[in-house]
């Protein structure tokens, strides 16, 4: 590897200390040692964002360091300029803005947030997103949703749906009328929740729904591990479409459904190599456990 010039490594020092003082400054606040906060949300090498993350990320909104942190960054103005640079037009401000937002959980800046979704910038996009999966709550899921609606099945804005919906939205939306791309999405967002609400809902998506909402129900049911929906999704394994029958079989290995041996084996001669390999595999599945 070629070596860095003196200036690169000073650079990179340089932005290491400023980091280190902003971490100091912010985790002083979080534990109440201090209420003064100053920040410079263009200091180069520095990313507010990530840092606050650190500190927060697996703290609830309503604990006390984030609420210190939150009441630090609105009393000093900082948020303020958060919301602001959300509409600024360098595409990094945005972006940073963005994460900022969402490592606070600033929900007054959800409709800011939802805009930036339609950003053609990745950078920016994705931060977004980020953001209101963190952020969370109806106003987020439902800016996910509308995202998802005009942009297809994104597995981004599936995974941070899945963390900002609140109780019962996503089974909710699974029983109304949606757009192609919503449904599924919503069943893929459903199985990565693994909440046992939402397997009335994608039951009935295996009997009633599209193939590919059909093909996505088996496989989040078998997430969530649902022993319920086993009669149904041994059903799935006698489907027209292949990529049902596979869906099924890997589901029924995944919920180690002993009942649905018999049937799993029927696919041995399934005219589909991936359905016979599918079966196969939750075969051995079953007979390992």
């Known amino acids: 590897m070629p070596s860095r010039s003196p200036v690169a490594v000073i650079h990179q020092a340089q932005a290491g200390i400023r980091r280190s003082a902003l971490r100091r400054q912010l985790q002083a606040v979080a534990a109440g040692k201090s209420t003064s906060l100053s920040i410079d949300l263009d200091q180069s090498g520095v990313d507010v964002g990530e840092i606050i993350e650190e500190i927060t990320s697996r703290?609830?909104?309503?604990?006390?360091?984030?609420?210190?942190?939150?009441?630090?960054?609105?009393?000093?103005?900082?948020?303020?300029?958060?919301?602001?640079?959300?509409?600024?037009?360098?595409?990094?401000?945005?972006?940073?803005?963005?994460?900022?937002?969402?490592?606070?959980?600033?929900?007054?800046?959800?409709?800011?947030?939802?805009?930036?979704?339609e950003s053609r910038d990745r950078a920016v996009?994705?931060?977004?997103?980020?953001?209101?999966?963190?952020?969370?709550?109806?106003?987020?899921?439902?800016?996910?949703?509308?995202?998802?609606?005009?942009?297809?099945?994104?597995?981004?804005?599936?995974?941070e749906l899945a963390r900002a919906a609140p109780d019962l939205f996503v089974e909710v939306a699974l029983a109304e009328p949606q757009r192609p791309a919503v449904r599924p999405a919503l069943a893929i967002a459903a199985g990565l929740r693994r909440r046992q609400?939402?397997?009335?809902?994608?039951?009935?998506?295996?009997?009633?729904?599209?193939?590919?909402?059909?093909?996505?129900?088996?496989?989040?049911?078998?997430?969530?591990?649902?022993?319920?929906?086993?009669?149904?999704?041994?059903?799935?394994?006698?489907?027209?479409?292949?990529?049902?029958?596979?869906?099924?079989?890997?589901?029924?290995?995944?919920?180690?459904?002993h009942s649905a041996k018999n049937d799993l084996k029927y696919l041995h001669i399934d005219r589909n190599a991936r359905v016979r390999k599918a079966a196969e595999q939750a075969l051995y599945r079953l007979r390992t456990r």
């Open 197 to 257: 609400t939402a397997v009335g809902p994608l039951m009935r998506l295996m009997e009633r729904g599209s193939r590919r909402e059909r093909v996505i129900s088996c496989r989040a049911l078998g997430w969530i591990g649902s022993g319920t929906a086993v009669p149904v999704i041994t059903r799935a394994l006698a489907d027209r479409d292949w990529k049902v029958r596979m869906s099924a079989a890997k589901a029924l290995g995944a919920l180690h459904a």
């Open 125 to 159: 996009s994705d931060a977004a997103a980020r953001a209101l999966g963190k952020i969370g709550g109806a106003r987020s899921a439902t800016a996910l949703v509308l995202a998802i609606q005009r942009r297809g099945l994104n597995r981004r804005l599936v995974a």
């Open 59 to 117: 703290l609830p909104m309503e604990s006390m360091p984030v609420q210190r942190l939150v009441f630090a960054f609105k009393s000093s103005g900082t948020a303020d300029r958060v919301v602001e640079r959300l509409g600024a037009k360098s595409p990094q401000q945005r972006a940073n803005s963005a994460r900022v937002a969402g490592a606070l959980r600033l929900t007054e800046a959800v409709t800011w947030v939802a805009a930036l979704l």
